[in-house]
């Protein structure tokens, strides 16, 4: 089992940027694809983007690809979302979370059923 602690939310004028983390415990990191969701008010919990266990692959929802970045640094226990040209459509509390790797990346980790573990979130708004 993991634990996810998020850090790194904020407050942010459109078009500037975050960096997120998601510092694991517990189980090593690279057991695990990660990932990040967020959740607006009044909305559900959406998929952002994942990262495969060795951080060669990534996913992102098409309303963020292109300006956020997700990588890992497993020697760390870390996973980052770099946020750039943020908008305020973007202001959300932001999760992390942990699926488990032999899952591999079926249709599944687009959904927030097919992760095992989950953060408390960290709030992100940005301001037009």
């Known amino acids: 089992q993991v634990q996810l602690v998020e850090s790194g939310g904020g407050l942010v004028q459109a078009g500037g940027s975050l960096r997120l983390s998601c510092a694991a415990s517990?189980?090593?990191?690279?057991?695990?694809?990660m990932g990040w969701f967020r959740q607006a008010p009044g909305k559900e919990r959406e998929f952002v983007a994942a990262?495969?266990?060795?951080?060669?692959?990534?996913y992102y929802a098409n309303s963020v690809k292109g300006r956020f970045t997700i990588y890992r640094d497993n020697t760390k226990n870390t996973v980052y979302l770099q946020m750039n040209s943020l908008k305020p459509e973007d202001t959300a509390v932001y999760y992390c979370?942990?699926?488990?790797?032999?899952?591999?990346?079926?249709?599944?980790?687009?959904?927030?059923?097919?992760?095992?573990?989950w953060g408390q979130g960290t709030q992100v708004t940005v301001s037009s």
């Open positions: 979370t942990a699926r488990e790797r032999e899952k591999g990346f079926s249709g599944s980790y687009v959904y927030t059923g097919g992760y095992d573990y």
């Open positions: 517990g189980r090593t990191l690279s057991s695990y694809i």
């Open positions: 990262v495969s266990w060795s951080g060669i692959s990534t």
